[in-house]
């Protein structure tokens, strides 16, 4: 069960113009079971994305940044492919090609060319990918192309994921109405039985290249990048950016005055998609925020913050509702910021200033700690009383249902 | 229940002469429980330590460090005192005071001055040492005082361990018999409950402080620098060599032929003692050995082999003998390792070869995987085909019970 999450309805998932969707159950893993997702892009969309850093990165990863930003990029991108199941990573040159089979397929259906088609999947790593089996579902895909499939193609993408990950948000732009919905799916950086956290946003904005691709790393810096719920990286992790353009206008760059607004709109897209994933962390019972500030830089300030998110001891003791705060400290300690002044670390639960000094605050009484830590939702705030910079990473406990999961899912 | 680990009998922990150790229940945190410890080295015995790197690290790591490097040391010390239940770290100031008074409390008992006292902790974080106990313990501690009481000392220091930890050899120097004893507690680089881990090894051969400085880091590094139950490092860790002279002899440094042979058996008691770390690892049901090999330098294979040890997929999987093999390519992919070609490298399970070319060994069948995974101790090698460094990793799986264990301890 999630933490304090549940899936906007199908109603409050604007449709975004140059954009339908199409979802069949292509039997790819299991039968009975959506598990294909082809999404059509207007002629003149654009899309811009961010990838694993894995290096083990699956081969439709390599595809879309070929497609993104290789060579032979064609600057327009006119359509998607997900399939569930199979991640297609750690498949070697037969994995390369059977997703450019995949592209392939999907571009003569819809009468494009494949450098124009993007290719995702998630699932099992090590395993083929029956790329005959995507090709066999295609037909229906297209078939159920809808605009107002939003809410449907979030299902289709779930593995293991207990609620569908939808957000939608409508601006007004020189005098339009934008419209920007995503869906994502994963729990976290690293999907821990599936190995993929993906996510598709989509505006009918019209957006130059250029500030569609910063628009994207800086909306990911602020949502996907923040969020953790076991420090793995997946090697299918991708974030992808649509511009469609159907609202017309003309094309938004990165030095108009719309840029700020548009994309502080999509990043709290983003970011309402990435804390879901969060929320629906495997076996999480609480939703915890971790704020670090006084630092030197935001990459210190995140270095705490993921020190603290990825301590087994600090997770379990959340799990615990144990206030065993030291375990946090020790945590900070081991976050490889070698000229840290301990000494003048703060840290609070929420309102409760637990430690100063590098040491237990004076004031603190333990039921203060036992009572933050009795809510589903926590936040971590420290203080490295060093500078100006500030982070935040968001993250979930570690429960028993979490090992259960990953010690049963392909039993 | 440790994998494949029992404490050695009384009778196979040879004495060291020069060395005499003695415990005491002094009711630090519970009642009725062996929690002190004191070593006694007679004049002339000398120490070198290796201690956590944990910013955070507790009073009593700052006060050996100083005690054994500090512009007052010594160069002689003549006692270890050693409590559970309280780690005295994130302790500020006074949590210094308190290392500090423990010393002076124990120099006073045995006619010495505190700089020749090393003190250690291991126990709960954030909360204050209480000095008045470990005084009131120590004259029982004194009255304790035998050469042949290793085996209770190993039982002494144990807080979670499920067995005690501890090894003794013996070898012939120059036709004299040299004895080598230790011991040791924690579950890995963290104890995931108690924050410590600490290791004591102590010889009767007469060694300089150069050599002893030398072969301490060396030991340390092929022993409890390869181990790992779940990956944070802890603020109390300490590993200590002890060198009593009680054998006899010249001095043996650096460049004496002994030294060689000395350093091996000092490392192979000190390998002994942290492999039954990870085998009593919290939860832990399997075994595992990583070798990497082909790197380009030791510090790449390592940390290959931490990322491998510190995933929790891979740790789960091992729990649920489920040969989930893609779990390690993406562990090794997320190594850090920027230039690595991940389409050369080779991974196995013992004896059989599960990935080539970046991809799954086309001879690989599942069953031989499941086959391998059923053992309680496996061997996963990689070979990154870049270099001729070699390293090796020992940890254990990630079960409910890890999690049980950290979730409840304080309850």
């Known amino acids: 069960m999630p933490v304090n999450y549940q899936t906007p309805a199908a109603s409050q998932l604007k449709p975004v113009r140059g954009v339908r969707l199409g979802i069949a159950e292509a039997g790819i893993r299991k039968l009975d079971r959506k598990d294909l997702l082809l999404i059509e892009l207007a002629a003149g969309s654009r899309a811009a994305g961010v990838f694993t850093r894995n290096l083990f990165c699956a081969a439709p990863v390599q595809v879309c940044q070929r497609h993104l930003g290789g060579p032979e990029s064609p600057g327009e991108i006119r359509a998607l492919v997900v399939n569930t199941g199979i991640a297609n990573a750690g498949t070697g040159e037969p994995g390369w090609l059977a997703a450019q089979a995949t592209c392939a397929a999907v571009a003569r259906r819809l009468s494009v060319v494949p450098e124009q088609v993007l290719p995702f999947s998630t699932g099992v790593i090590l395993e083929p990918l029956p790329v005959e089996r995507i090709e066999a579902g295609l037909p229906a895909c297209v078939a159920d192309l809808d605009a107002d499939n939003w809410f449907d193609a979030a299902h289709a993408i779930m593995t293991t994921d207990t609620v569908a990950k939808a957000a939608s948000r409508q601006i007004e732009l020189g005098g339009r109405?934008?419209?920007?919905?995503?869906?994502?799916?994963?729990?976290?950086?690293?999907?821990?039985n599936m190995a993929t956290m993906l996510g598709f946003v989509a505006t009918d904005a019209a957006i130059s290249q250029a500030a569609l691709a910063r628009m994207v790393r800086e909306a990911a810096d602020e949502s996907f990048n923040c969020v953790t719920v076991d420090?793995?990286?997946?090697?299918n992790d991708s974030f992808i950016l649509i511009a469609t353009g159907g609202a017309g206008g003309s094309e938004i760059g990165e030095s108009c005055p719309e840029y700020a607004l548009l994309a502080e709109s999509v990043t709290d897209v983003a970011r309402e998609l990435a804390q879901a994933i969060v929320r629906d962390g495997e076996g999480a019972t609480k939703y915890i925020r971790i704020l670090v500030e006084g630092g030197d830089n935001r990459a210190e300030c995140k270095a705490v913050g993921y020190a603290i998110a990825h301590s087994p001891l600090v997770k379990t003791a959340f799990f615990a509702s144990d206030p065993n705060l030291g375990r946090i400290l020790a945590a900070i300690g081991n976050a490889g910021i070698t000229d840290l002044d301990v000494n003048r670390i703060r840290m609070w639960l929420d309102d409760v200033l637990v430690s100063v000094d590098g040491g237990r605050n004076p004031a603190y009484r333990e039921q203060?700690?036992?009572?933050?830590?009795q809510q589903a939702e926590i936040t971590i705030r420290v203080d490295l009383a060093r500078g100006d910079a500030v982070a935040s990473v968001w993250t979930c406990d570690l429960s028993y249902d979490y090992v259960k999961i990953n010690a049963d899912y392909r039993s």
């Open 177 to 192: 109405t934008i419209t920007i919905t995503g869906i994502a799916k994963g729990a976290g950086m690293i999907r821990p």
């Open 231 to 235: 420090g793995d990286t997946s090697t």
């Open 368 to 373: 203060d700690g036992a009572r933050i830590m």
